[in-house]
Each structure stands twice: as C-alpha cells, then as structure tokens.
C-alpha cells in the first residue's frame, strides 16, 4: 500500500503555540497525594514532592499546568489550601466523593510548577461561589503587597507574587453533572462579570471561558453561541474537552475517532466566526482544548470504588492502564492538534501523573513511563514551530465513526529556526505496511536526521512498574531522501516519527 504526500516551506497552516503541549492536576485520586506529593518517599525532597516524578514532568517540557480541576474546582474554596497545615481544614469533595485533606493548595502547586519547570494555569469556582472568589483568589496570587489578601500570602511565606497569566472561569459549566451548574446565558452573563472584575486588576490576564464538555451533550454547539454572545469581548479562550474510548473492542472505529475531534474543532471555529461577525469584533477567541485523553480502562474499578460510600482519601480513582493501541489514539489526537494549530492555542492532557495520566507511581515504589507517554514526549519535544499543510492521498475505510477514513494520519512541523522538518505519522492499518512517498517541496537540502518507531503484536501490550520499557520507541534506518522525496516504510498499526535536516 502507498501513501502519497505532499509538503511545501511555504504553505503553512499556523505558529504552534507551545501551550499546546500543556498539562493538568486536579485534586482527584492519587494525582496530588501519591502523584506529585508523597513526603517520605525515598525521593522526595523537602517539600515532599516525588523527585523521580519531577524528572518524568521536566522531560515532558509541559509548558503549562491546569489546576486544581476539574469537576473539583466546582465545589473547592481555594482559601482551604492555605495558611499552616494544621490548621487546614479537612473537606468532602462532592464531585469524586473522597475526602481532601487540603495539604497541598496553590502556594505549594505554584512552588511544585518551578521544580517542574512549567506555568500554573489556575481555574476559579463559578460553581458554588463567584465573582467576589474569584478576585479575591487573583488578588492573593498576584499582588506584590500592601493589601489584605497579598499580605496575606506573604504571611503565609510566599513573598513574591505568583504573577499568573492564564485563568479558567469555571469548569464544565454546561454539566448537569457539575455542582453550581448554570445555563449558558447564566454561566455567559457570569462569566463575563468576573472577566471584567479580574481585567480591571490586570488588563493582561488570558482568560478561558466553558465550552462543552464533549461533543455529544445536548447543548451543543448553541451552548458555545450563548456564551460567547455575552463574553465574547471580555475573553481570550473558549475551552473544550474530550475523551476517547474503546470499549466496542474496534481498533479502526476507535482510531477513526479523531475524525470526530477535527468536526468538533471545526464546528466551534464556525461558531466563533459567526459570533465575531455579529459583533463586528477585530478579535479572534482561541480554542483551548484543556481537558483530553483516552479514558474508560478504569471505569468499572471506579465504579467499584465509588459504590462503596467510603468517602476515601486519594483513593486508586481514573488509574487507566494505557496499552499500545492507546499510543495510535494518542498520536492521531496530537496529529490532529498540530494540524488545527490555527484554531486549537491551548492544550491539556488529563492529566498528568497517575489519573487518567502518562506517568504512573506506586505509593513507596517507582514512577514509569505509561505507552502514551511517548507520542505526547515527541510531540512536544519536536512539534514546536510552524505546522505545514500536508496534501495526502492514502487509502481509505469506512466504519460506524466515519466513511473514507485514511489509513494515513499525519502532521508535519517545521522548526522556528526553519531548520528541521519533523513528520509524525500513524498507520492504522491492522496489516499492511504503508509506503509513504513525500514530496518535499521547497527543501532542496534535506537529509535524514532520525526515525523513530512504535510498534508491537500485542495491542494490549502495556508498560508496569516491573516491566516499565515492554512499550518503547526504538530507532530505526529505513526511511531516505531520493530525488527531493522522502520515503519510508511503516509497518501496521505503527508510530513513528522521522526528523529530517533542512
């Protein structure tokens, strides 16, 4: 089977924002407590925080953190997670019915985002509290001093300000699900108010409103019209989520999913575009797409967990094991996110350690690397300049998701310094090798660099504590450059990314 290619220098869709390649905690399961934070590991550092899971973060150059939720920050007063310890209070969390002991909060997250070397993308209450929070909580992080809530967190032992940039109002707003649930033109009119009470503290605050929580909710898209009609000029960013699942057992329909995601990114566009127009606005709303990842492994154990009205602490909550078919999913997402890169600004994996995350810990134990760790460190280690439109012909099926899907899934990058020319590719095919065949226009001078490959005969194949490498990348030599084309074989259902010097 072939695959043909067409790739110029000069026919660029958009600059990636780096922000595309960010993160997310919330307060859910082991994510903070066994996550990032477990005093007394045999790696943690003063402030308790996992060392060997700082240097998992540090690799992945997250540029951004989304925290504390999430369905949490809908109920969550952020003043809990201030002040000494021991005077914190201990608080039912309604949203995953756990307890949460309020150990770690924004001073100690802000101080966990240096160690990690990545921004805090903090989320407001507009759930159970509101304006009068939401300011009071921008006032403690960001002020220098002289004022109540500044002094404040200066008291508690946090001289400097936070100095964060990027705010989210509220979470999943359109939930019926989430605690403070509202209406869209409620949760817009709110929304809006708060937009201006925090730009009236900083006109240079980014600010991200709720879009839908998935494609399939009701709502959808007039939710996204309703709100931006009453936000639109006090915004920056209209968020989305999604989760991918494949609990039918069909890896092509599960791969064709991502079909879905480039509707749903083209369908808010469309409903930016109309609302820009009738407000006759010279901005343009980004998308940030802050919550997304495959998730349904851990379902029933959650289910499980959840049934029994324990009311736990940090209990073993969203802990899927992902397996290599996860690794084709989560590469055709980001492949996906590359090519949209002119609408989609902002992105978050959800999330980051242990929930629903690429890197695993055992309390006491070991972190590793889970399948899906891999695509998401390549993406965002070589996916960072300028992405390129790509002109495909390649095979095609068709399934219940979608018709004429391609075997072929791929986004190419090129580098700030228009130095290297990086193809991220995924064959879908369950037994065919794919012969890709590129036309590098307008790179006279490229060479092969490196192609890396993600393969294995077992689809649920997965990566453990003790065996932590049975899914890896390896390095292979198949892929050259002849008369201005790059070619490559890919094996079935494979990933791999080929680097070229340009």
């Avoid at 993308?121 to 992080?141: P, T």
């Avoid at 209990?315 to 055709?332: I, K, R, T």
């Avoid at 902002?346 to 995350?357: G, R, S, W």
């Avoid at 965002?380 to 004429?404: F, H, N, V």
Wanted: with cysteine; net charge negative; glycine share 6%.
């Amino acid at each position: 089977m072939k695959a043909d290619v067409v790739v110029h220098r000069d026919f660029r869709v958009a600059s990636i924002d780096p922000r595309l390649y960010s993160s997310f905690l919330e307060h859910l399961g082991r994510a903070v407590y066994g996550g990032i934070y477990e005093p007394g590991h045999p790696t943690a550092d003063a402030d308790g925080f996992r060392q060997d899971v700082i240097d998992l973060v540090k690799q992945l150059d997250t540029p951004y953190c989304r925290y504390p939720g999430g369905n949490f920050v809908s109920a969550y007063d952020w003043q809990d997670g201030i002040g000494p310890r021991s005077e914190r209070p201990v608080r039912l969390d309604l949203a995953w019915r756990t307890r949460e002991s309020n150990q770690i909060g924004v001073n100690e997250f802000v101080d966990w985002c240096k160690k990690a070397k990545t921004e805090p993308m903090l989320a407001v209450n507009l759930g159970s509290r509101g304006l009068d929070s939401a300011r009071n909580f921008l006032e403690y992080c960001n002020h220098p001093g002289g004022t109540y809530w500044s002094d404040l967190r200066r008291k508690h032992g946090w001289e400097a300000p936070h100095n964060v940039r990027l705010w989210c109002l509220g979470n999943e707003m359109d939930g019926p699900w989430q605690v403070g649930h509202k209406s869209a033109q409620e949760y817009g009119r709110l929304a809006d108010e708060t937009a201006k009470a925090m730009r009236n503290f900083d006109r240079s605050l980014e600010l991200v409103v709720c879009g839908s929580s998935h494609s399939d909710m009701q709502t959808y898209p007039d939710w996204e019209a309703q709100v931006l009609n009453e936000c639109y000029d006090s915004a920056d960013y209209i968020s989305l989520h999604m989760y991918f699942a494949n609990r039918e057992k069909n890896t092509l329909n599960y791969l064709a999913r991502t079909t879905k995601l480039d509707r749903y990114i083209t369908t808010i566009g469309g409903v930016i575009d109309y609302i820009k127009a009738k407000k006759r606005s010279k901005k343009t709303i980004g998308i940030s797409f802050d919550e997304w990842n495959v998730w349904y492994h851990s379902n029933q154990q959650d289910k499980d967990i959840l049934a029994k009205n324990e009311w736990p602490d940090a209990p073993h909550l969203l802990e899927d094991v992902y397996n290599f078919e996860d690794v084709l999913q989560v590469g055709g997402i980001l492949n996906t996110f590359i090519r949209r890169s002119d609408r989609v600004r902002i992105a978050c994996i959800a999330q980051l350690v242990n929930v629903i995350a690429p890197i695993m810990t055992e309390n006491g134990g070991p972190a590793w690397r889970q399948t899906i760790y891999y695509p998401f460190y390549f993406a965002s280690k070589y996916g960072r300049g300028s992405a390129l439109q790509l002109i495909a012909d390649a095979p095609t099926y068709d399934c219940d998701e979608a018709d004429d899907v391609p075997y072929l899934d791929a986004s190419a990058v090129l580098s700030d310094d228009s130095q290297m020319l990086t193809f991220f590719v995924v064959n879908r095919h369950p037994q065919n090798a794919l012969d890709l065949d590129a036309r590098l226009d307008g790179f006279a001078n490229a060479r092969v660099l490196e192609q890396v490959e993600m393969t294995h005969p077992d689809l649920e194949a997965v990566n453990t504590a003790r065996q932590p490498e049975t899914v890896a990348p390896i390095r292979v030599e198949n892929a050259k450059i002849e008369d201005g084309r790059l070619r490559a074989s890919l094996k079935p259902q494979s990933y791999s990314v080929i680097r070229l010097s340009v």
